[in-house]
């Protein structure tokens, strides 16, 4: 059974610093895409960034020069380093690995680690 688990969240000053560590478990092979969504409150989960096995990478417009999406296809463990923050990047910040198989997307999705931003 594979299980995201994501730490590293909590409360910042705008302006500020934090990275998100995602580990798994469970997989016996490596994920085709990792990467992080949020949900802000009240709106839909959107895509932060998210990374291939190589060096293709895809970010939202907002976060694009603030966030980093750092991943080890060894370990299957997915980082999100976020630079600059402001407050409307308070969420729920989701992580988010994915697999290839038999013509569709299978999903897995760690429980969810809230990240607040004060002004």
């Known amino acids: 059974q594979v299980q995201l688990v994501e730490s590293g969240g909590g409360l910042v000053q705008a302006g500020g610093s934090l990275r998100l560590s995602c580990a798994t478990s469970?997989?016996?092979?490596?994920?085709?895409?990792m990467g992080w969504y949020r949900q802000i409150s009240g709106k839909q989960r959107e895509l932060v960034a998210l990374?291939?096995?190589?060096?293709?990478?895809n970010y939202a417009d907002s976060v694009k020069g603030r966030f980093t999406v750092i991943r080890d296809n060894a370990k299957n463990t997915v980082y999100l380093q976020m630079n600059s923050l402001t407050p409307e990047d308070t969420a729920v910040y989701y992580c988010?690995?994915?697999?290839?198989?038999?013509?569709?997307?299978?999903?897995?999705w760690g429980q969810g680690i809230q990240v607040s931003v004060s002004s």
């Open positions: 990374r291939g096995i190589g060096m293709s990478s």
């Open positions: 988010n690995a994915r697999k290839y198989v038999n013509s569709a997307w299978q999903d897995y």
């Open positions: 469970g997989a016996t092979f490596t994920f085709d895409a």
